[in-house]
């Protein structure tokens, strides 16, 4: 197997074991993966899907309220049944007051950081900031959907440069999903700053899908050539037992071949950059 680190799995409800999970890892040729709490299920967002735009929020609101804890805690209990493939990151509609609160105890159950979409809030909103505090806290990463949506939602509140408001926060390390495509070079530069101004990486990007394959190679070469390679991390956007990594990490494979990566850095993007970020030991 190789070393490959997915650090952008969804979990497609909780129905699936452990043992499945890993399984599917196995035929992905992934050894290690960032499993995401899971969102709607799928009859929700049906229901979703049918109702006019100004209810669909506070529809999508009640559900995470109702489902949260649930979800993280199954994505938790994965990872400590299987601590050396499968590590959980929480939910939480960041907005809710009692959001902190849901992060700590997902923490104290095993999760090792966050997932956030920006659903009607942008990045700077002031209800949020009691999340980025906590998470600060707790000594844990933010993956942050950044880019666009495509489904309904607005995908204004996911533009990178909005993320900057996390450098209020300097302990507070977050990832970018999807290289924010299409909004990419603007990814590149607001991930760019703190290394090259600051000195200081807090801000790092995942080459997970996103961009077409056309896009990508343009997109990933920018990112290769002007960002420190710690920054740059692997993903694949999967969910949970789909073969759709596979394929993922052989258009990855080809892109790399394209630009001349070496074996080195394809080992600092695929496995080493997540293993730091995560605060793993190889």
Known sequence: MRDIFDTHVHAKGSQYTSDELVKAMDANDVRRMCLIAPMLENKRREKL????????IAERVEDWDE???????YVARMAKEKPDRILGLCMVDPVHPDSPVEVERAVEKGCVGLKLFNIGHYPWDERVFGVYEKAEELGIPILF??????????SRFHRP??????????NLKVLLAHISWPWTDEAIATAGMGPIFEKKAQIYIDLTPGAPLAWREDAEKKAFDYLPDEII?????NSSVSDYASRVIRDQDHIFDK?????????KFYW????D??????
């Open 49 to 56: 899907s049918g109702l006019p735009p100004e209810k669909q």
């Open 67 to 73: 489902n949260i804890p649930t979800a993280n805690d």
């Open 145 to 154: 959907h950044s880019g666009i949506l495509g489904d309904g939602r607005n």
């Open 161 to 170: 440069a909005e993320y900057e408001i996390i450098k209020c926060w300097p």
């Open 233 to 237: 991390l692997f993903g694949t956007d």
């Open 259 to 267: 630009l001349k990566i070496s074996r080195e850095r394809r080992h």
């Open 272 to 275: 080493q950059n997540a293993m």
């Open 277 to 282: 970020f995560w605060g793993l030991k190889s």
